[in-house]
């Protein structure tokens, strides 16, 4: 079964903890992605990453982390420097460098709250 | 002011009706356009995908593209309760992958 994963579904924290998100995904795409999407807001793009062992900051990866160490796994964490970080995360992946213009697709989502 | 200005909704139909959801944009870069689906606690799929101006036809869907007037429309005819969704448009540039995203419209067709 082919597709994008993210565990788990759902998450809850203590504020001051970091916390990591899992993607996992066999589409064997290049790029993959991390947004946060909050109500009113839309989708912004947090890190992403063209190949195994580079990624790129988004327009707000303050607060973030991530590795790409294998081209399967893109795990984002949460660290206590975001400041408002209860959201529901979505990990996304795209086509081929070649096709820099294919578009995503996206993992169904964990949502995270931090109290 | 945003890059991308999607109502928010909610935008509510009769089942039968065509839904009519639209966006506008202010970055002329913008080259290659889509439309997203997604239910509630859901990931957003996609459903179109269209690069300039111009339309597109996929069953029950149309998307429109007026990149002289930076504005992007769908259409949903026939619309059915299982339309009911908060549908996102997205936009990227020539060059990389990166999507700006609108903020969504929610629709509710009812039966």
């Known amino acids: 079964d082919g597709g994008i994963t993210q565990s788990p579904k759902y998450l809850f924290r203590k504020e001051g903890q970091n916390v990591t998100l899992s993607c996992e995904q066999n589409?064997?795409?290049?790029?993959m992605y991390w947004y946060r999407q909050d109500p009113g807001q839309g989708l912004r793009l947090i890190y992403y990453?063209?190949?195994?062992?580079?990624?790129q900051k988004g327009d707000i990866a303050e607060g973030y982390s991530v590795s790409r160490e294998k081209k399967e796994s893109f795990p984002l964490t949460v660290t206590s420097a975001q400041k408002n970080p209860t959201a529901f995360y979505l990990c996304?992946?795209?086509?081929?460098?070649?096709?820099?213009?294919?578009?995503?697709?996206f993992g169904n989502g964990t949502r995270l709250t931090v109290t | 002011q945003k890059e991308v200005e999607q109502d928010p909704g909610p935008l509510s139909v009769p089942e039968g009706a065509i839904v009519s959801l639209n966006c506008t944009y202010s970055?002329?870069?913008?080259?290659?356009f889509m439309w997203y689906r997604q239910y509630s606690r859901k990931g957003p799929e996609l459903l179109m995908y269209?690069?300039?101006?111009g339309n597109k036809e996929d069953g029950r869907f149309t998307a429109q593209v007026d990149k002289s007037s930076k504005y992007i429309s769908l259409f949903i005819r026939d619309s059915q309760p299982s339309d009911s969704a908060t549908y996102l448009c997205?936009?990227?540039?020539?060059?990389?992958?990166?999507?700006?995203f609108g903020g969504g419209t929610r629709v509710l067709v009812k039966p």
């Open positions: 269209t690069y300039s101006s």
């Open positions: 997205a936009m990227s540039k020539a060059a990389g992958n990166k999507l700006t």
């Open positions: 970055n002329s870069a913008f080259q290659y």
């Open positions: 996304a992946t795209g086509g081929d460098r070649g096709q820099y213009n294919s578009p995503l697709h």
């Open positions: 990453s063209q190949i195994v062992n580079d990624f």
């Open positions: 589409l064997n795409h290049d790029a």
